[in-house]
């Protein structure tokens, strides 16, 4: 999971890369398709490759991420699913207020 404070990061953004079963680089067919789960935590603005996305902070709180790639490089399909975590943490305080009211 990635946490950020949410007063002083407005902005964060997530590479994915794929690797074969050694570790490897490798590549996948097609572009990566990537969901949210809570675009009103974060507005998400994908890379024409797919391969980049840039969250912008909507509000404190925590939206899981999901990439969705095509493994397999030829004409089949062998769905790759990877996912993450992203939460906006609120400040610390630094200042306060007393507020007073009539009983």
Known sequence: ????????????IATVAFTDAVGNAAVVDGVPVWESSNPAVAGMVVSPDGLTATFTRQAVGLTSVTVTA???????????VLTGDL?????????????????
Do not use: C, H, W
């Not at 999971?1 to 964060?12: G, I, L, P, Q, Y």
């Open 87 to 103: 939460e906006f943490i609120p400040g610390e305080a630094v200042a306060g207020n007393i507020v007073f009211a009539a009983a």
């Open 70 to 80: 095509d493994a397999d490089l030829g004409e089949g399909i062998r769905q790759l």
């Open 1 to 12: 999971m990635a946490k950020f404070d949410s007063a002083s990061v407005a902005t964060v």
